[in-house]
Each structure stands twice: as C-alpha cells, then as structure tokens.
C-alpha cells in the first residue's frame, strides 16, 4: 500500500531563518506531488505540483519554493522567512499521468510551521 | 479560476441527526467533486466523490449530491456519531492537476 511521509510534525522558526519541509512517498512510482498551506480556519491552498521530476509548477507568488530532487521526494524552502508564512504545511500525492478526476489526492499528515 | 464556497463554516448536530454541508463552484467546467474529513492534527482523508456524469452517490451513512445545473453540491451524514466531529472540506476540479477547495466546515456532534 502506498504511505506518505512528512517531517517535521511542528516547526517554530525565527523570522529570516531559512526552511525545509521533506515530504516522500512509498508504495508508487511517478506520482504527481503537491504542496498545500492550511492557514487557521481557512479552506487548503495550493502552493506547488509537480507531474515529474524536476518539473515544478507554482501556483502562487511568495516566498516558497519547492523542488523534486528524486521520483518520490518533494521539497519545500525558503530561504528567509516571513511571519507570513505561519500555517500547516501539507504534502500530498496522486497517481501520476491522471489529472484529479480519475486519482484523487491523498495527504500526508502535514508540519505545523509557526514563524515568530 | 475557480471558487468553491462553502457553508456552515461551523455546525453542531445531536448524536443520530443529521448534518449536511453545502458547496457551490464558480467553473461550469468542473467535473470532479471530492469531500475530505480532517481529523485533528492530521492531513484530510478523501470520505467520499462525485464525478459529473453521476447526481448521487452514497457510502453507508455518507452521501453527496450534485446539481451541475446551480452548481451545488452537498454532503450528507446521517445518523450521526461522535467519531464524526471533524472538519470537512469539499473541493472541486475541472480535469487538470489542481483541486480547488473550501474553507471547511467544523462538524460537532454532541453526545
């Protein structure tokens, strides 16, 4: 079966520190790797895909971003960050070669990033 | 692109109601509707979904209903239990990569 990891579980940073969140996935071969931002009380906001490696696409302006070193890695950085960028941080998967209307997506169980 | 509301933002119900959760989508294109239920600390889990060529669908004590005409759908619950109490979020998505979701909505059932 296929299992999603995301390290660290919680994360308090100073502001201007850099960051690293590590996300890998088990169980499948070529998926496609997302990023989310769960701010409090507030729906999930896509931040990046991926469909391959090191094929990134953004889907918003900000401090972030991220990077796919191997098949099942993903990665998100920052190299100073905001206090902004405060919030649950989720990594998530689908099959790959198969948009969200045939492979819904399944996440990880996130990081929780408090910038003070 | 697109926009999903969702509604209540909080809702609590008695132990064995039934709690139901709205959603519009703003894309006519949209043909992909999922729910996820997130517990807390954890990640959201897909509970249930509804494709466009379908205006049910139901899992035991969950169903979803689509309307493409008003582009609504809703999430029904029935008989509810306690392990119920989560946040639900609906999503939507036009057959690309990308779900659009909900705000979500804060589900208590009281004992």
């Known amino acids: 079966s296929q299992t999603i990891h995301q390290w660290p579980a919680t994360l308090v940073q100073p502001v201007g520190s850099p960051l690293s969140l590590e996300c890998t996935v088990e169980?499948?071969?070529?998926?496609?790797l997302y990023w989310y931002r769960q701010a409090a009380g507030r729906g999930l906001q896509l931040l990046f895909y991926?469909?391959?490696?090191?094929?990134i696409s953004s889907e918003v302006p900000q401090n972030l971003s991220a990077s796919r070193p191997q098949d099942r890695q993903f990665i998100l950085s920052s190299k100073k960050l905001l206090l902004s960028d405060s919030g649950f941080y989720l990594c998530?998967?689908?099959?790959?070669?198969?948009?969200?209307?045939?492979?819904?997506?399944?996440f990880g169980n996130g990081t929780r990033l408090t910038v003070t | 692109g697109e926009n999903v509301e969702q509604h209540p933002s909080t809702l609590s119900v008695q132990e064995g109601d039934s709690a139901v959760i709205k959603c519009t989508y703003s894309?006519?294109?949209?043909?992909?509707f999922p729910w996820y239920k997130q517990e807390l600390g954890k990640g959201p889990q897909l509970i249930i979904d509804i494709r466009s060529n379908v205006g049910e669908k139901k899992d035991q004590r969950i169903a979803v209903t689509l309307n493409k005409t008003a582009k609504h759908f809703s999430l029904h619950i029935t008989e509810t239990q306690p392990e119920d109490s989560a946040v639900y979020f609906c999503?939507?998505?036009?057959?690309?990569?990308?779900?659009?979701f909900g705000a979500g909505t804060t589900v208590t059932v009281r004992a």
């Open positions: 894309d006519s294109a949209s043909n992909y």
């Open positions: 169980g499948t071969s070529n998926p496609n």
């Open positions: 991926s469909v391959g490696i090191g094929q």
């Open positions: 999503a939507a998505s036009s057959n690309d990569y990308k779900l659009s």
């Open positions: 998530a998967w689908s099959v790959r070669g198969q948009s969200s209307y045939n492979s819904p997506l399944h």
